[in-house]
Structure formats: C-alpha cells, structure tokens
C-alpha cells in the first residue's frame, strides 16, 4: 500500500528530526506533503491506514496514538528510504535535521541513487554552506563512496570526494570520515572535535580557525593546508 509507505516514512522522518523513539498522530502533519495532509484528514483514508499499521510488524500504535517502530532498524530503512526519494527529486530539506547515524547512511548507500541523486549531493557540498544540510549531504556521500568498495576496502586509499566542498562553520564532531580525499575543502571555523580524518589526503584545504581538539590527522596528506 503506496499511502501506508508514505505514512511510515513521514513517521521515521519525524522521530528521526524530534530525536525521540515515539510520536503522537496528530504531530505528524507538519511534516507531511499537503496532499498527503489531505489524505489523513480523510476519516476513511486514516482509519484504513491505522488498522494496516496496528496489525503490521514493524509498527506499533498505542491507546493514546503515540506510534513506535518495533526495532530502531525499521526506523533507520524507513528514513533513508524518504531521503533517497526526496533526493531523487531534488528535495534537499530532507538532510536538514540532525546528523544522520551511520546505521541511516548504510541504508541510503544499499538503496543505490541514481547517478543524478549523487550529483544533487555533490552540488550541495561545492556550493554555499547549509548548516545541517551540508553535514548531512557530506555523511551519505562519504558512506555511499565507502559501500562502493565495502568487500575490498583494504586495497582502497581514498574514498574520493568532490573538490573545493564548502563546510566552513559545519559541526562535526565526534564524525569519522577516514580515508577521504578532499582537495580544497573549506573547514575554516568549522567544529572537528575528536574527528577522524586519519589516512585522507586533505591536501591544499582549510582549517582556519577551526575546532581541532583530539582531532586525528595520523598518516594524512597535508600539502599546502591552512591552519
């Protein structure tokens, strides 16, 4: 059923931007398209959508119409499902919400984007810097080039990223993109604590005035970079 996925994936996406693991219905329209509000105002539409997740697996609704996913997995597919739809048409506020985990990129990488989606995700690095957008767009990318060569990731040396990407003022702490080039990247005043950015090749980038405590450059190129 087209409107149930609709609906499971509007949901993922909102606990997903709330930060909480539960969500009551009535929460749940703002972040739906207008004509998918529409569709839940239906008394029928609604009724016949409740009764498939209340008897569903994966999803749960209580006496107080607070919905939960049965596991945190079924969450994170059904996110990265909706990002890579939104991607797909060019519907970047789906990456302005709170860092994505690991598990959400993963997702994204097996969903397979179009080469398109990837070009949609490179524009928004080389472009302006869009806080949480770009951090975002930056973590999938990175996860997609990753799963690329997940079977043979020892015999690869970068993960290659787009050049000159904007990041300057991104919050990225604790985030671990080893291995990655990134040529002419702008990081100035960006927070990078505790990252690891070990064995990349950060060559002619830019760390001006940047946050870089515990930040771990081991075995990287650093050619001509600004500090």
């Known amino acids: 059923n087209n409107d149930k996925l609709r609906f499971v994936e509007a949901l993922a996406q ?14 749940l329209r703002k972040y739906l398209k207008n004509d998918f509000h529409e569709l839940i105002e239906n008394p029928r539409h609604l009724i016949e959508i409740d009764h498939e997740i209340r008897t569903s697996s994966f999803l749960t609704r209580d006496d107080k119409g607070n919905y939960v996913f049965a596991h945190k997995s079924y969450r994170e ?12 048409n060019n519907e970047i506020d789906c990456l302005n919400t709170i860092q994505l985990s ?9 969903i397979n984007l179009t080469a398109n989606a990837i ?10 810097y869009y806080p949480q957008i770009s951090e975002n767009a ?18 690869v040396k970068y993960f290659v990223l787009p050049k000159n990407i904007q990041l300057n003022g991104a919050v990225f702490d604790h985030i671990n993109i080893e291995k990655a080039q ?15 950015l070990n064995d990349s090749d950060l060559s002619f980038s830019i760390f001006e005035n940047a946050n870089l405590e515990k930040a771990n450059f081991q075995n990287s190129i650093l050619n001509d970079v600004n500090f």
């Open 14 to 27: 909102s606990l997903h931007h709330d930060g909480s693991t539960s969500i009551h219905y009535s929460k």
């Open 77 to 88: 597919f059904f996110l990265a499902k909706k990002i890579v739809t939104d991607i797909e």
């Open 102 to 110: 690991p598990e959400v990129c993963r997702f994204v990488s097996e």
């Open 119 to 128: 070009n949609i995700l490179e524009s928004i690095l080389t472009k302006k």
């Open 138 to 155: 930056l973590i999938v990318l990175y996860t997609i080039q990753k799963q690329r060569y997940f079977k043979h990731e020892s015999e």
């Open 182 to 196: 990134m040529h002419y990247s702008n990081f100035s005043g960006a927070s990078l604590t505790e990252a690891m």
